[in-house]
């Protein structure tokens, strides 16, 4: 609609301006007392009637379009909201958040252990292992591992809950490690409502680990851990290391 009556008023003022011209042209104008001489004046009027009409109708749109991309905006940032990401920096603000939150899991953990296993004897370690421990024991969380076994410790600690007649609810399946496994994300589901993951690293660097909470996100890591869990062998407590 828009561009329709810009067109009719550019073709308008063409039109009464080169009428104008004619007029003046042909000596008509002159027989007109107060259009005498006034022909630039009044080409001038015309055109400065068009260029006004025309910046007018395009600020509009642009203001539209100005309108439109605000809108926008906000509608990308409220599908943004919701969004809790805690970066970890460390390996101890990691285990001492991990240890807190699985204390409080209330449904189920789904934890995969797939990244290459790092020799851990902090206190905020043992702090982590031992929040593991109570929630197992107090069977009301359900509990599914599923690791990969390129060390003793974490197979002993395996062996150990799954042999303790006081759990109930912890479920281990395995992936078998090798020098041509490729590197794995390890990371944790708490209650369906939180991820937190654990970054790939080079050996020597320090550990990073990241929650996320928001449910598209969360989703995502869930269907990836039923996948694992679908494909990993189930784990024999006594089998061989």
Do not use: C
């Not at 006004?52 to 509608?75: N, P, W």
């Not at 599914?144 to 197979?155: I, K, M, N, P, Q």
């Not at 449910?215 to 996948?227: E, Q, Y």
């Amino acid at each position: 609609m828009g561009h329709n009556a810009e067109r009719i008023a550019i073709i308008l003022t063409v039109s009464a301006s080169l009428l104008v011209s004619l007029l003046d042209l042909l000596g008509l104008l002159g027989a007109i007392p107060w259009l005498a001489g006034r022909t630039p004046a009044i080409t001038l009027l015309l055109l400065a009637l068009l260029a006004g009409y025309v910046s007018l109708e395009r600020f509009g749109r642009l203001a539209h379009i100005e309108r439109t991309i605000i809108m926008s905006t906000d509608k990308i940032l409220a599908s943004l909201s919701g969004v809790e990401a805690v970066l970890l920096p460390s390996s101890e603000d990691a285990f001492s958040y991990m240890s807190a939150r699985i204390s409080s899991a209330t449904g189920r953990i789904d934890h995969a252990a797939l990244s290459p296993p790092i020799t851990r004897r902090s206190p905020y370690s043992k702090k982590w292992e031992r929040a593991i421990e109570r929630v197992l024991k107090g069977n009301k969380v359900l509990y599914r591992y599923v690791a990969s076994f390129g060390d003793e410790v974490r197979l002993e600690r395996v062996r150990r809950h799954l042999s303790n007649p006081k759990i109930e609810k912890y479920y281990v399946r395995y992936y078998e490690s090798g020098e041509t496994s490729p590197p794995a994300l390890s990371f944790m589901l708490v209650d369906d409502s939180e991820v937190v993951m654990h970054y790939p690293y080079d050996p020597g660097q320090p550990e990073t680990f990241l929650s996320i909470k928001h449910p598209d996100v969360v989703r995502l890591f869930a269907a990836h851990f039923r996948s694992l869990w679908d494909k990993a062998s189930p784990f024999i407590a006594d089998r061989d290391s």
